[in-house]
């Protein structure tokens, strides 16, 4: 299933802007012509009123600028929240693949002994939600007309089923002494966890499922 962030981390933060607006606007004053005075007449503003708006402009600035060191505090808090979120998915993703399963054989079908030492029916699911098929197996019903073309295999458990029904093509081989490839054959993975061969194969052949593998749900 896709990775998702648990931390939040929006685009943009409203709360983040600048809102200081200069007040204070000199100007020049000419020697020996302009009046320089505490307080504010028609035509000069005055040192207390010029002092005032330098001293809202020093407060407003100062405002914007807590307000930019709280925000940059956020956001590092929340990127290493993040941070910690990624470590431990690489973790997981890096960390120990399950061991196989060893499933019950259903009916009569058994490990094959055919070839020396095949892999054993098993099954497992990695860290990306796929479930991988593994073993020779032999000496199961044939699929046919009388069982509905529909040779139970195994039951894989309940985390380990597709989301549909999902068919994949397996192999059977010839008995010794050849051993050879001989069919590909449908095997049906149901949503209930049946693994089901759906073709019919010779007698004596063996039916292969390594390197299968689904998506589970």
């Not at 290493?80 to 998915?89: D, H, K, R, S, V």
Request: with cysteine; aromatic share 10%; net charge negative.
């Amino acid at each position: 299933m896709p990775f998702e962030f648990r931390t939040e981390f929006p685009e943009t933060d409203p709360e983040c802007v600048a809102h200081f607006a200069p007040s204070f606007q000199h100007v020049d004053w000419i020697d020996g012509s302009s009046i320089v005075q505490a307080e504010q007449t028609p035509t000069e503003e005055g040192f207390n009123s010029r002092f005032r708006k330098i001293m809202a402009d020093l407060e407003a600035a100062g405002d914007d600028a807590k307000r930019a060191l709280d925000c940059t505090a956020t956001v590092r808090r929340s990127l290493f929240a993040i941070i910690q979120e990624l470590e431990t998915e690489l973790e997981r993703i890096g960390g120990p693949v399950e061991e196989w399963n060893s499933p019950t054989l259903a009916s009569t079908w058994i490990r094959s002994g055919q070839l020396g030492n095949p892999n054993p029916p098993g099954f497992f699911k990695d860290h990306y939600g796929m479930v991988h098929l593994r073993g020779f197996i032999d000496g199961g019903p044939n699929p046919s007309a009388t069982n509905s073309f529909s040779s139970l295999v195994w039951r894989l458990p309940r985390g380990y089923r597709p989301p549909h029904i999902t068919q994949l093509m397996a192999f059977t081989f010839e008995p010794a002494p050849t051993f050879l490839a001989t069919k590909a054959v449908r095997l049906d993975v149901g949503t209930d966890g049946t693994v089901t061969l759906r073709e019919p194969y010779a007698s004596g052949h063996g039916l292969v499922l390594d390197g299968l593998s689904f998506r589970s749900a």
